[in-house]
């Protein structure tokens, strides 16, 4: 009977253990609400440097100057009177400010942005969500297109106009938000490439950005704070293997073992990406290399469809390396069908092989068309 006690405080405080919420994980943003500073903001920013001069972490990638707001920030009377200083941080004494729509109204600076180095490199294949919380400027009219666009290197342009790029995080629609309040934002992605930096703001021009509401500016100007990026489960590990092991043959072929397309399609998905980022890596760290890709499929459907969808997805391999960097002329495509198999078609593990992505290292007087 004496043990009945502690078998009843063992099972409370197992219950009391898987009762509580699950630990998120690490967010990936230093300096998430702003709070750190480098230097106390005084004064009203006019360049993309005061901005990166005073947030710890964060830094503007153009010299258009998005704003730091907190107690002690004096705002010039005539932007005062506009609105702008008025809000509050969401959490802590201190937010951040940009413009992301009004260039073709001629307002300077109608595009700004922040841009932060993550605490570590996204992981190929991983999905991610990124939440942020937004106010916005009273007066100013509601925009869409607020983006997050995650890169391998940093951004530092001249100039303090728009930024074309692609980014993978997007809130198309006009964000309204009530006076005075603050919206919380939040949407997954699975990173595609080993990113190291997040870009916040509007890389659409006006024409493709959606506005609405009534307003006296002809302008959107909207408050950022509290930004997250986190893994989601199932977490992947880091793959540091190599595709081309020592020593390095030409006109061999090597597999791309991780190469998934939906069913009868030549989309890659997202369980693609770490194989095909090992290939981004050697490419780029053998800048004279020439590669060529060779799609193939099973025997199983017919012969000229086949050879088709082989060269769709080989093709498709081949955009997703010019899209990161590599140049057009180092990289060819082509597709074999059925025509090729490595393994008999008769039972489902050999077909599953025959489907494969293969590429060989290659001289000019051997490419294949």
Same mark, same amino acid.
Not at 49 to 54: N, S, V
Not at 70 to 97: Q, T
Not at 101 to 111: E, F, S
Not at 202 to 212: A, G, L, Q, Y
């Given at each position: 009977?004496?043990?009945?006690?502690?078998?009843?405080?063992? /099972?409370?405080?197992?219950?009391?253990?898987?009762?509580?919420?699950?630990?998120?994980?690490?967010?990936?943003?230093?300096? @998430?609400?702003?709070?750190? +500073?480098?230097?106390?903001?005084?004064?009203?920013?006019?360049?993309?440097? &005061?901005?990166?001069?005073?947030?710890? &972490?964060?830094?503007?990638?153009?010299?258009?100057?998005?704003?730091?707001?907190? @107690?002690? +920030?004096?705002?010039?009377? &005539?932007?005062?009177?506009?609105?702008?200083?008025?809000?509050?941080?969401?959490?802590?004494?201190?937010?951040?400010?940009?413009?992301? =729509?009004?260039?073709?109204?001629?307002?300077? &600076?109608?595009?700004?942005?922040?841009?932060? /180095?993550?605490?570590?490199?996204?992981?190929?294949?991983?999905?991610?969500?990124?939440?942020?919380?937004?106010?916005?400027?009273?007066?100013?009219?509601?925009?869409?297109?607020?983006?997050?666009?995650?890169?391998?290197?940093?951004?530092?342009?001249?100039?303090?106009?728009?930024?074309?790029?692609?980014?993978?995080?997007?809130?198309?629609?006009?964000?309204?938000?009530?006076?005075?309040?603050? /919206?919380?934002?939040?949407?997954?992605?699975?990173?595609?490439?080993?990113?190291?930096?997040?870009?916040?703001?509007?890389?659409?021009?006006?024409?493709?950005?959606?506005?609405?509401?009534?307003?006296? /500016?002809?302008?959107? =100007? =909207?408050?950022?704070?509290?930004?997250?990026?986190?893994?989601?489960? @199932?977490?992947?590990?880091?793959?540091?293997?190599?595709?081309?092991?020592?020593?390095?043959?030409?006109?061999?072929?090597?597999?791309?073992?991780?190469?998934?397309?939906?069913?009868?399609?030549?989309?890659?998905?997202?369980?693609?990406?770490?194989?095909?980022?090992?290939?981004?890596?050697?490419?780029?760290?053998?800048?004279?290399?020439?590669?060529?890709?060779?799609?193939?499929?099973?025997?199983?459907?017919?012969?000229?469809?086949?050879?088709?969808?082989?060269?769709? #997805?080989? #093709?498709?391999?081949?955009? =997703?390396?010019?899209?990161?960097?590599?140049?057009?002329?180092?990289?060819?495509?082509?597709?074999?069908?059925?025509?090729?198999?490595?393994?008999?078609?008769?039972?489902?593990?050999?077909?599953?092989?025959?489907?494969?992505?293969?590429?060989?290292?290659?001289?000019?007087?051997?490419?294949?068309?």
């Amino acid at each position: 009977m004496r043990r009945q006690p502690i078998l009843i405080c063992i /099972l409370c405080i197992a219950h009391w253990l898987f009762s509580q919420p699950a630990t998120p994980y690490l967010n990936l943003i230093p300096n @998430p609400s702003f709070e750190e +500073l480098t230097a106390i903001p005084q004064e009203w920013f006019y360049t993309g440097a &005061h901005f990166t001069q005073c947030s710890n &972490h964060w830094n503007s990638p153009t010299s258009a100057s998005p704003d730091l707001y907190g @107690p002690r +920030l004096n705002v010039p009377r &005539h932007w005062r009177e506009k609105g702008f200083g008025k809000m509050y941080a969401k959490d802590g004494s201190y937010c951040a400010g940009i413009t992301m =729509y009004g260039c073709d109204n001629g307002k300077p &600076h109608c595009r700004e942005y922040i841009q932060v /180095l993550l605490d570590e490199p996204l992981v190929p294949g991983q999905l991610y969500e990124m939440t942020l919380w937004v106010a916005h400027l009273d007066g100013s009219l509601w925009a869409g297109n607020l983006g997050g666009y995650f890169s391998e290197d940093k951004i530092s342009e001249i100039g303090a106009s728009l930024l074309e790029k692609d980014p993978q995080v997007l809130w198309k629609d006009a964000i309204v938000v009530k006076e005075g309040s603050w /919206l919380r934002l939040q949407k997954t992605f699975s990173a595609e490439v080993d990113a190291r930096y997040l870009t916040i703001g509007n890389f659409f021009p006006d024409d493709r950005t959606t506005t609405s509401g009534e307003s006296f /500016l002809n302008y959107a =100007y =909207y408050y950022l704070d509290d930004v997250s990026v986190h893994k989601i489960d @199932p977490i992947l590990t880091r793959d540091t293997s190599t595709l081309v092991p020592d020593p390095v043959e030409t006109n061999r072929f090597y597999a791309l073992n991780n190469i998934y397309f939906d069913y009868d399609e030549s989309t890659l998905l997202p369980a693609s990406y770490h194989e095909l980022n090992k290939l981004l890596k050697v490419m780029r760290e053998h800048p004279d290399w020439l590669i060529q890709i060779h799609g193939h499929t099973d025997i199983f459907g017919d012969a000229v469809y086949n050879q088709h969808l082989s060269v769709q #997805r080989a #093709r498709a391999v081949v955009n =997703y390396l010019i899209k990161y960097g590599i140049e057009p002329r180092r990289v060819t495509y082509v597709g074999h069908g059925s025509q090729q198999p490595i393994a008999s078609n008769a039972k489902e593990a050999g077909r599953q092989m025959n489907r494969r992505v293969e590429f060989k290292i290659i001289v000019p007087s051997t490419v294949e068309y």
